[in-house]
């Protein structure tokens, strides 16, 4: 049962260790996304004034 449990903690470890990266680059790409759709609106408000 001590050999599961410690196989089991280290799967976890593991899990997290991947997962963080991952959350941060997903998290990144979706702050860039809204801060692009911002931008993109607010240079298009530019050229209606023309």
Excluded: C, F, K
Aim: charged share 10%; aromatic share 0%.
């Amino acid at each position: 049962a001590d050999i599961h449990d410690e196989q089991a903690r280290l799967m976890m470890q593991r899990l997290v260790a991947l997962a963080v990266p991952a959350i941060t680059i997903t998290m990144g790409l979706a702050v860039a996304g809204i801060v692009s759709a911002l931008l993109t609106a607010m240079l298009s408000l530019n050229d209606l004034a023309v």
